[in-house]
């Protein structure tokens, strides 16, 4: 059994993003066609208004349920990331939970997908499953930067500017030196347990993704040069770390100031993507 689920957001209320969409749909295309071979019924899409907590949540079950050994999943989420502190029982801010945000995130529980989360849903995600998650997304405390490649347009990145208390929050964080364990350590710390997932992120926990504008065209920096090392030949026959490796190499070469990372379970990691 094949399933894919992919979320692009660009059309957030305040900080809406471009490239997101264009992001999720070049995604489908490959996984429909050439080598990976998933089926267009294999494959749910949500995007812009429809991605609400509510519906990615109702989706993930989907994707998850009945999974069984020779499975393949995808999950590829494009749109704003950010950094939640928390405070313990004395009132310190002591950990930073990784957040991705919903078209209707307000900074609220209610509309946010925390590492929590993620450790709860994937954690049910059997072995012998080849289940591949696709984060272009940021999770930076440097939350009001751009990032302008040498020579070309201001771009933006995928994190959201915070209200002003969830602000002095970060600070306090940044000087207490709380550092965040990033999205798939955090969630395998809180399961007790490696999940099988191997996890494709656009950046380091102290860093932000692209939304950029490539040849013209809206992309996230991470799914574009991700999806063009994937067309190349022969990169069904590598592994995932070494696809990750060229990505992350071709990033730096368009000098972004972003390292694409991977991350979580060893065999996923060691075959190629989405091998069957």
């Not at 954690?123 to 440097?142: I, K, L, N, R, T």
């Not at 395998?188 to 099988?196: C, D, F, H, V």
Request: glycine share 8%; with cysteine; net charge neutral.
């Amino acid at each position: 059994m094949n399933r894919a689920l992919l979320v692009g957001i660009n059309a957030y209320p305040s900080q809406p993003l471009q490239g997101c969409v264009n992001d999720v749909l070049d995604m489908a295309g490959l996984i429909t066609s050439g080598p990976i071979g998933f089926r267009k019924r294999d494959v749910r899409l949500l995007t812009d208004g429809r991605a609400t907590k509510a519906a990615i949540c109702n989706h993930l079950g989907w994707l998850t349920s009945g999974l069984r050994a020779g499975d393949r999943a995808l999950f590829h989420y494009s749109g704003h990331g950010v950094q939640l502190p928390t405070r313990n029982p004395a009132g310190e801010v002591d950990n930073l939970d990784e957040a991705i945000c919903p078209v209707d995130f307000d900074w609220t529980d209610a509309t946010t997908l925390r590492d929590k989360d993620f450790a709860r849903i994937f954690s049910a995600v059997p072995p012998g499953v080849e289940f591949v998650w696709v984060s272009d997304s940021c999770h930076s405390q440097d939350l009001t930067r751009d990032l302008v490649p040498p020579g070309g347009p201001v771009i933006r990145v995928k994190t959201m500017v915070p209200p002003g208390d969830i602000d002095w929050r970060l600070q306090t964080a940044k000087e207490e030196q709380v550092t965040a364990l990033g999205m798939l350590g955090a969630a395998q710390s809180l399961a007790k347990s490696e999940i099988n997932v191997a996890l494709v992120a656009g950046c380091k926990s102290d860093q932000t993704s692209a939304d950029a504008v490539i040849n013209g065209r809206p992309n996230g920096a991470l799914t574009f040069f991700l999806i063009a090392e994937l067309k190349k030949a022969g990169a069904f026959d590598r592994p995932l770390t070494r696809v990750v490796a060229e990505t992350a190499a071709a990033v730096k070469a368009a000098h972004y100031s972003q390292d694409p990372q991977l991350e979580g379970a060893r065999e996923i990691c060691g075959r190629p993507f989405l091998a069957r």
